[in-house]
């Protein structure tokens, strides 16, 4: 019931509507149309945002603190795209590149995903809506499963000299990333220049995040709809999978964040960055290191399925969940 | 006025190409290229760089005949079996067509 | 005396200044250049911010006071292309596709005029400053002015069945214009949400909103400023036209706006409405169905001599014109 | 290396075409097509693109013989009267030929 | 259907020289231009847009014989020398022939 | 001690920092990307805000605190270009064109060394962070450098006709710039709309201000980052020459100033504007009045030497000395 509330809550969200929206624009083949330099600027804003205001917050956290939760992520980083591959090799039945893709994509993180479950927590009354200043660490962590899965996929086929070297090139573009970079980066501004630095500056990276995160989520919408007109031609099992998957990493993602000591709105980031499957940084990784794997599955997958489930029915679920187990496990 | 014919090639292809393909057709010989942004529909279904607006890149370059060859070579051997690219050749009139051999 | 204060003060707006701003960079040819991206950007959030702050107000309202001002919005969509179209055929000596794609012009919306009208309602001190939520509602309506001119035209044209086709599209397209989505999105997002969900994206959809329209105005002077270039070659018929039907236009807007019961706020914005002249939906829709028509006309007068002449004196004079009727009408 | 010659046909037009001229190539029986934006003069006037940054659509097709001479004509029946529109073609060579025909 | 020959000449340079090379084609009888930007590298170094994105422009004009080679000319007598500027001339076929020259 | 607080203030500040993110992303040769349209957009935006800022605190201000601060700009305008020629003819050994077009970078402005020393300013705390209001007419005069090296160039090369008629059309180009007409055309707008138009703006030219630059120098960053690579190229002449002149006409740009009855922050912003290398209308001047000049040497040493110099070191500097200074007059 009182989930039912929740889910209620985060469908007449203004991030929600505005997704659908987005979704409902293409489905009518209106011309709305966000030009990409500016979806290109914002998702730089929103990355570098979420990494100052982390940072800011930052202070006075100790490295213990953080060590179990980092942890908890390599292993979330390496543990996703392995048993993601493993599946869709047996009862999926792909092929070796198309598993490793599709795997790299469900092991490593949307920013949309991950944007989207912050904001979740902002709009908790105060009190209820704070979570562990390092977590944009752990999500640049999580990154690093697409380099996991590629590798396995290289393994399994025997590299040649020169696909290794592109999984070079892959490893430091993964590394060096955009998301990476911003989220690091901000962290480090952050930390450095404090709540009194931070004071100046956040007209633009605090009280204007939400309505900006609002306008992205309506290009977001867009894209989702244009894949969801092909969500035929991905077939029954990527179906299941995209929808199943992300809750059961959820789940993972949550119930571990917990045993290692985080909060219970830090443990829901990290069951949403878990859940989430990346749709910018993956496609172009799989696609420079297995061309032969078919774009059509994973960006329909993830772009078409996986992140509107998410966003819609998602996040309220992981939240609900991490309150649950929270209270489950305080009650040991 | 001298006029001497070299081959211009064009290359069109999904965008997370573009490094390699330079790092190639300088391989093969070529002394500069063009990029433009450009974007388009083939024969083959989506591809990654497609729905951030599908766009391709679009390489042109002025080079010998002999070059020409080895780039179209390569494109064949490396980037037509799994890529979307394509690639085609003209003839074109420069003024120092040392500059481009 | 009062109304030559009002003009004043409109004449000193940021608004007008950016955009005279605007018309004196491009007359003295200076490189002042904001990118085509970010101009698509700002329109499609300026339009959605209407929508939304719309919206929020919505509740409250009913049916009933929404549908007079809606069913008066209509009958001026079907009247003043009609009447246009007639006027440009007679006196104007217009061959018929010429006077079907003006017509389309002055029946239809400008969205920056409409913005700049809202924003002109907005300045006013607190307790003046308010009118009907469903506003943005209407101006979608009156998008309708396009469908109806082209129609006029087809019919007189007798039309041959590849053209009807292209008709069909037309309607599909301003049907599911950008406008027409955003407005009527934004406006549901704002019912939706209420008050609380607003108050959180407000920073971006509602205290930014006045400064980002000046910077728009910058670049519409500037687009004005380049028609006002081509302004002898549309010839003295179009220039008395495109001064003096915007203003008759008013004139109607306003007083069948406050016998429909709208406050004179709310009929001095419809007046405002009646009285724009599209400059986006209209050419792209004209030039689909005739191309024969002369883009220059069409174009400059709207571009370069209405939009101007609305912004600057117009909006003032439709403000005055509202207040003294429903003072007159109060009166009876 | 097989080269085989195919028609390359550029078409350069206002953007409100761009729908409907694409729908015209694949009807007259191209493959594909890759498109850029571009802006220019030509004898006509203004256009209704024009205000918008002067913008134009280009659109190139490799195409059979065959099919570049519909092209032409579609264009010449139905565009070049009233739109500001250019069309030109030139010969290129390619690879694999029966991609585009 | 009737096609003629006509000249395409392509002129690739930094955007400070845009309006100038306009003014100069212009002057040599073009009747038409198309502009796209693109962005490359060549034998020169960095020049001065470079660091606005690498950005060039591309000229593209559809002319007769004559005016491409007074083209070709100009652009060797006062570009080559001191600017970063390539420019290549092809034979294109069009239908109505008389609008370019 | 002061000082090296003041230096160490600034190095923490989030647009230095912000920076060197800038720099650090391109070194390690990381994919942030901030569109061309957006950075083009942000630049009329600081440049708008400086100057509207200005406007409506100019009331009050007679013309006669304007004159003397306004003729040492002009003299500082064809000063500093000049003995730049002269040092780079000399020493530097450059030949005409080069050692002109090197002056016309240096005897101009940044636009974000001026936009950063202003932000210096403000960051002070409540009644230390004033200057006077006219300062962005300071920075549109200063602009007048560019042409004054180009005419020096000219003169010693004893133009032809045609050369003459390019810089003829240089003159007009500088004088109708860009930055010249957004910084005066804000002025005279905020002088108009005064404190009380201002204030339904102020969100987005005020308040957000300093949070876009931030996201600006992410940017400005890069750029610089990707010159610095070249750094070697320009040589040891060029390396000295871009580290120590600015550092020179900051020094006599703030001493100049206080002597014209500028206030210290006053001072210290005409030190910044002197001290600053252009690096957007320079090159462009040059590139088409002396193509014989090579961009590599003034590109690199503007905006790879130069603009990290001053907004790193510079202007803590610039600051202290003008405090001295002003101390030290005080007390003659
Ligand atoms: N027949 C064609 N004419 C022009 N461009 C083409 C053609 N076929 C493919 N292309 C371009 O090449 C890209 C890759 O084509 P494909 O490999 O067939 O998917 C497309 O996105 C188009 O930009
Ligand atoms: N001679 C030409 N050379 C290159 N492009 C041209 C030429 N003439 C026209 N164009 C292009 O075709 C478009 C339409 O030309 P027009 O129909 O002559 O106005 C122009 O905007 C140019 O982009
Ligand atoms: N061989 C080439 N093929 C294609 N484009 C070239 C070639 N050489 C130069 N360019 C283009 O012409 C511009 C100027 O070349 P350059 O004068 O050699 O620096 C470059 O930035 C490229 O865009
Ligand atoms: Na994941
Ligand atoms: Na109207
Ligand atoms: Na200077």
């Known amino acids: 019931m009182d989930t039912i509330e929740i889910i209620r809550g985060n469908l007449l969200s203004p991030l929600v509507l505005a997704f659908v929206l987005g979704i409902v624009a293409t489905l009518i083949r209106s011309e709305v149309e966000i030009p990409e330099p500016i979806i290109k600027a914002i998702s730089v804003y929103l990355l570098f945002s979420i990494g100052l205001n982390g940072g800011v917050e930052l202070a006075g956290t100790t490295f213990s603190e953080f060590l179990l939760p980092a942890l908890v992520t390599i292993a979330l980083a390496i543990a996703v795209p392995t048993w993601c591959y493993l599946i869709l090799r047996g009862p999926g039945r792909f092929d070796i590149p198309n598993a490793a893709g599709i795997a790299a994509h469900y092991g490593s993180v949307s920013s949309v995903t991950f944007v989207a479950g912050i904001s979740f927590i902002e709009r908790l009354p105060d009190g209820q809506n704070t979570f562990e200043a390092f977590i944009p660490a752990l999500a640049a962590l999580m990154e690093w499963g697409i380099i996991v899965a590629l590798f396995i996929g290289r393994w399994r086929m025997g590299a040649t000299q020169s696909q290794n070297s592109e999984l070079g090139r892959v490893i430091r573009d993964t590394l060096t990333g955009r998301s990476v970079v911003l989220l690091l980066g901000g962290l480090l501004i952050g930390v450095i220049i404090g709540e009194q630095g931070f004071a100046r500056i956040k007209p633009l990276y605090g009280d204007l995040f939400r309505g900006v995160l609002v306008f992205f989520l309506i290009e977001m919408g867009m894209l989702a709809g244009r894949q969801l007109r092909d969500f035929v031609k991905v077939g029954p099992f990527m179906a299941v999978f995209g929808t199943v998957m992300p809750l059961i990493h959820g789940i993972v993602g949550v119930s571990l964040g917990l045993l290692a000591g985080l909060s219970p709105n830090g443990a829901f980031i990290l069951g949403a960055i878990t859940a989430s499957a990346s749709y910018i940084d993956a496609p172009a990784a799989v696609r420079a290191t297995f061309p032969q794997a078919n774009p059509s599955v994973y960006l329909t997958s993830s772009l078409g399925i996986t992140l509107p489930m998410n966003l819609i029915i998602g996040l309220p679920l992981y939240y609900e969940y991490a309150r649950w187990l929270s209270a489950a496990l305080g009650r040991m | ?101």
């Open chain 2, 1 to 101: 006025m001298k006029l001497t014919t070299v081959r211009l090639v064009t290359i069109i292809a999904e965008p997370v190409l573009k490094d390699r393909l330079l790092h190639e057709i300088h391989a093969c010989g070529a002394q500069g290229y063009t990029i433009s942004e450009v974007h388009g529909e083939g024969t083959r279904g989506i591809h990654a760089g497609q729905w951030q607006g599908g766009g391709n890149v679009k390489i042109e370059t002025l080079v010998s005949s002999d070059v020409a060859d080895r780039i179209m070579n390569a494109m064949a051997n490396h980037y037509f079996p799994n890529y979307a690219v394509i690639a085609y050749i003209s003839d074109v009139q420069v003024m120092r067509g040392d500059k481009f051999v």
